[in-house]
């Protein structure tokens, strides 16, 4: 699985945005966490899915591990 963290300026971030594409053509589960001060108004980089994107919470990660980690199971 791919976990990004997203910041304020991620957006710009060409090299993420590639280990995205990479992720996703490898059927790599991707998701993110907003990290600081970054919310649901930044940018994200190109590929990351503003509904696959969390804030930074514990459970929040943990519950979406458990998730994408299923999600691999069903393939």
Do not use: C, H
């Amino acid at each position: 699985m791919l976990i990004v963290l997203v910041g304020k300026t991620m957006a710009s971030a060409t090299g993420v945005a590639k280990e995205i594409t990479m992720a996703k053509e490898k059927d790599v589960p991707v998701f993110g966490v907003y990290v600081g001060g970054a919310n649901t108004t930044s940018n994200l980089p190109s590929g990351l899915a503003r509904n696959r994107t969390i804030s930074w919470d514990w459970d929040k990660i943990a519950s979406a591990i458990d998730q994408v980690m299923g999600e691999g199971k069903n393939k």
